[in-house]
């Protein structure tokens, strides 16, 4: 598995339902890491399932977006950790809220992918976050703990697993939390869940080129995930040299 303590910051492209040959092609050649920066940074890269494989690079690690509750057998168009894990899968993001959503993916099956990734040896990104009602009512606090209490296994410890906090009403709508916000709740995650203490708690809704220093720049802000910004590779190497 690989060790996740080494790197100061986590960057992860999430390319959703986007991407081709020509695009991995041109994201290949204009991709541009600065390995002399002093912050090391780890950059995963989350492309559709089928071109997991074609994605080599040195430079970054292979994520994917999902997988399924199963391991193997009769379950059509499904995707199980262990294929992940022979596709080079590093890291798998775990209960995206379009999954939660628009899959009807409740808590006893993302729990059940993150053993599986856990028992696959691949890193899952566990996403959690609130939405804008839950926030207007102050629950934000309640929903992550019960998510996170209920999204990871025993077996997971903060070696083993990121948390993404992205607020469901920052996904993909130009807004995010103010500062102040962004490290009340990562200090939260961090500190105040019980059993749960110290895990890498990365930022993700709404990330792009103009706002990523600025996030990253907050102690409790172990990296970011990029939905919309990643798949224009000029925004995805501002966000990855801020
Ligand atoms: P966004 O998506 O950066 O487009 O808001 C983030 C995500 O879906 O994880």
């Given at each position: 598995m690989q060790e996740i303590k080494e790197f100061n910051k986590i960057f992860v492209a999430n390319w959703k339902l986007n991407g081709s040959f020509a695009f991995i092609n041109a994201f290949l050649r204009d991709i541009k890491i600065d390995?002399?920066?002093?912050?090391k940074a780890c950059i995963i890269i989350c492309p559709p399932y089928p071109y997991v494989k074609d994605?080599?690079?040195?430079?970054f690690f292979k994520g994917a977006q999902d997988c399924s509750?199963?391991?193997?057998?009769?379950?059509?168009?499904e995707i199980s950790s262990e294929i992940l894990k022979d596709l080079d899968c590093n890291f798998c993001i775990i209960g995206h809220s379009e999954r939660r959503n628009l899959f009807n993916e409740e808590n006893k099956q993302i729990y059940q992918k993150v053993s599986n990734c856990l028992n696959s040896k691949i890193i899952p990104i566990l996403c959690v976050g609130e939405t804008l009602e839950q926030k207007k009512k102050y629950q934000t606090k309640e929903i992550l703990t019960e998510q996170i209490k209920k999204g990871i296994?025993?077996?997971?410890?903060n070696e083993k697993l990121i948390i993404a906090y992205e607020p469901i009403w920052a996904i993909g709508t130009g807004l995010t939390p103010s500062v102040e916000d962004i490290d009340e709740i990562h200090n939260f995650i961090k500190k105040d869940i019980s059993g749960f203490e110290n895990y890498k708690v990365i930022y993700g809704g709404s990330v792009n080129s103009s706002n990523s220093k600025k996030i990253l720049?907050?102690?409790?802000?172990?990296g970011v995930l990029v939905g919309?910004?990643?798949?224009?590779i000029e925004e995805f190497n501002k966000i990855i040299a801020s």
């Open positions: 390995f002399t920066n002093q912050n994605l080599k690079s040195e430079n509750i199963y391991s193997k057998g009769a379950f059509t168009g296994p025993s077996e997971s410890n720049a907050i102690g409790n802000v172990d919309g910004a990643s798949i224009n």
